[in-house]
C-alpha cells in the first residue's frame, strides 16, 4: 500500500474493530489508489479517502415481530447510508443470519465505486437485517418485513434512500416492503424500492440483470483477449437470483454451466444445467438444489458439502456470497485450465483467490464492475417510476448491455491508463474512485 494511505487504513481499523469484511474491502480499494493520490494532490488536500470510508449515516435498529406461533422475536435491522455525492443513497438490503453492521458496511462500501462505475447518478448504500428467511412461512416473512419498514420508512424517499433486493430479499419481501411504505406514508411512491413486480411499477429485465450483466461483462472481457462463451464449460456458484440468470445467459450464448451450489452442496451435471427444471424447484416451489438433482436423474450427481471450484472449467462465475472462492480454490482453477473468472456475488474472492488469478493472468472481473448490472437496471427502473413509463424487455436488456461494455471499457482504459493492463481490479477501484472523489471536491466539506 502507498505509504501515504498506509495511516488512513490504520486509522480505520482502529475505528472500526471487529469488522474483518469492512477492513477487507477498504484494504483492496487503497492498494490500487497510490497513484490517484499523487496525482491528485487535492484530494489529500480535503482528506476524500477518509471521508469516504467514514459512512454518511449508519442506522441500526429493533425489529421485533410475531411468529405462527405466537412467539415474540426479534431481529436487528441496518441501513449504512455511506455516500450521496452523486445521487441518492442506492444499494440493497440482505436479509441472512450472517449480517451484521461489518458485512452491511463492506458491502456499503463496495456499492460506493460500482454505482459510480455504472455513470448514473446514484449514491452508495446497503442494508439488511439478521433475520432469516429459511423455513419461514409467508406470513411470518410478510410480518418481519412491515415490521422492518415500520422502522425504515422515515429513512427512505425516491431523493433521500433507495433499497433494492440481495441475499434472501426477492420480489415477494420487496412487495411487503413497498406495501407497508405505501400505508404508512399514503404515497404511492414507485421510485423509493426497485426491484418491484411487474405489475407494480417494477422494470423488465431488473430481476435477470445482474446474473445477465456478469455474462455481458464476462463477454467482453473475453473479447478483449480474441476469444468468446460458446462452447466453453462454465461454473456458477449459488442458485439464487444471481446465478439462475448468469446461467440463463450462458446457455443463449452457447456456453455450457455444468455446476451450480446452494450453502448445502453443490450439483454436477456434465451435460449441463436444465434451467427449466432449476428454475421451477428455485423459483415456483422455492426449494433446494438436492430437489433438482434428484429429480434430474441419473445425469446429475449431487455432492453434499462439495466444493463447486473442483470440478474442471473453462470459466468460472462465482454467485453466491463473499469469500468463497479462497487461494486454494483459485490455484484449482487455474491449474485445470480456467480462462476467467468474473464475479456475480460481492467480494466472492478471498485477497489469496485474487492473487493467484491475477498472478496467473486470466481474465477477472471483480464483483463491483461485473455485477453492477443489477443496480444499474435499478436506476433505469427509477428512471420509468420517475417518467410513468415502461420500456419493453428488449430496449432494457440493449440498455444493460452497453452500460456493462461501457463498464468494461472503462476499467480497461484506466488500468491501461495506470500502468496495469489487463488489471480490471486497478481499473474499477481507480474509475469508481475518481468519479466520487471530484464529486466530493465540487460539493465541499459535507
Ligand atoms: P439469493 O438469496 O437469491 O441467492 C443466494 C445464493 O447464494 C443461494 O443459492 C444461497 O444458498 C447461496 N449462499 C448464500 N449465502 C451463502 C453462504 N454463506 N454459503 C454458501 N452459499 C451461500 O441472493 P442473490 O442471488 O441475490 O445474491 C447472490 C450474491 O450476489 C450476493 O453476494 C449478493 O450481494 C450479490 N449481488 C446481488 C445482486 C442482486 O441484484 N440480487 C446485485 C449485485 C450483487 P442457500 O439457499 O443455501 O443459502
Known amino acids: 500500500m502507498d505509504e501515504k494511505l498506509e495511516p488512513i487504513f490504520d486509522e480505520v481499523l482502529r475505528r472500526n474493530p471487529g469488522e474483518p469484511e469492512f477492513h477487507q474491502a477498504v484494504r483492496e480499494v487503497l492498494l490500487s489508489l497510490g497513484p490517484v493520490v499523487a496525482k491528485h494532490p487535492e484530494f ?9 470510508c467514514e459512512p454518511e449515516r449508519q442506522i441500526i435498529f429493533r425489529v421485533p415481530w410475531i411468529d405462527d406461533t405466537g412467539q415474540v422475536r426479534i431481529n436487528r435491522g441496518f441501513r449504512v447510508e455511506f455516500n450521496s455525492a452523486l445521487g441518492p443513497y442506492k444499494g440493497g438490503l440482505r436479509f441472512h443470519p450472517s449480517v451484521n453492521l ?11 465505486f460500482k454505482n459510480a462505475l455504472t455513470e448514473l447518478p446514484i449514491g452508495g448504500a446497503k442494508g439488511g437485517s439478521d433475520f432469516d428467511p429459511k423455513g419461514r412461512s409467508r406470513d411470518e416473512v410478510m410480518r418481519f418485513c412491515q415490521s422492518f419498514m415500520t422502522e425504515l420508512y422515515r429513512h427512505l424517499g425516491e431523493y433521500t434512500d433507495v433499497p433494492a433486493g440481495d441475499i434472501g430479499v426477492g420480489t415477494r419481501e420487496i412487495g411487503y416492503l413497498f406495501g407497508q411504505y ?8 414507485s ?14 429485465v431488473r430481476t435477470e440483470a445482474t446474473g445477465y450483466g456478469a455474462v455481458f461483462f464476462l463477454r467482453e472481457m473475453l473479447k478483449a483477449r480474441g476469444d468468446d462463451i460458446a462452447d466453453r464449460t462454465c461454473l456458477v456458484s449459488g442458485s439464487g437470483n444471481v446465478a439462475l440468470y448468469a446461467i440463463e445467459k450462458i446457455h443463449q450464448l452457447g456456453g455450457r454451466v455444468v455446476a451450480c451450489s446452494d450453502s448445502a452442496g453443490v450439483v454436477h451435471d456434465p451435460k449441463g444445467i436444465d434451467l427449466e427444471l432449476l428454475k421451477q424447484v428455485k423459483e415456483v416451489e422455492r426449494g433446494r438444489i438436492a430437489d433438482y438433482a434428484g429429480r434430474r436423474g441419473h445425469d446429475a450427481t449431487y455432492l453434499a458439502g462439495g466444493n463447486i471450484w473442483d470440478i474442471p472449467c473453462d470459466v468460472a462465475l462465482p454467485c453466491a456470497t463473499q469469500n468463497e472462492l479462497t487461494g486454494r480454490d483459485a490455484a484449482t482453477l487455474v491449474g485445470n485450465g480456467c480462462i476467467a473468472v468474473s464475479e456475480g456475488a460481492n467480494m466472492p474472492t478471498t485477497p489469496e483467490g485474487v492473487d493467484v488469478l491475477l498472478d496467473a493472468g486470466i481474465a477477472y472481473g471483480p464483483g463491483k464492475a461485473a455485477n453492477a448490472g443489477g443496480v444499474a437496471t435499478s436506476a433505469l427502473e427509477m428512471q420509468q417510476n420517475a417518467s410513468r413509463d415502461r420500456w419493453s424487455f428488449e430496449a432494457t436488456e440493449a440498455r444493460l448491455a452497453e452500460i456493462m461494455t ?41
Open 191 to 204: 421510485g423509493v424500492l426497485t426491484g418491484k413486480g411487474i405489475e407494480w411499477g417494477g422494470a423488465l
Open 182 to 189: 405505501k400505508r404508512i406514508t399514503n404515497r404511492y411512491e
Open 102 to 112: 461489518g458485512i452491511v458496511k463492506f458491502l456499503g462500501f463496495e456499492q460506493i
Open 406 to 446: 461501457h463498464i468494461h471499457d472503462l476499467c480497461f482504459a484506466t488500468a491501461e491508463e495506470y500502468g496495469a493492463p489487463g488489471n480490471y481490479v486497478t481499473g474499477a477501484n481507480i474509475a469508481g474512485f475518481q468519479r466520487v472523489a471530484h464529486a466530493m471536491v465540487a460539493l465541499g466539506l459535507v
Open 44 to 52: 489529500a488536500e480535503r482528506k476524500i479517502i477518509e471521508r469516504i
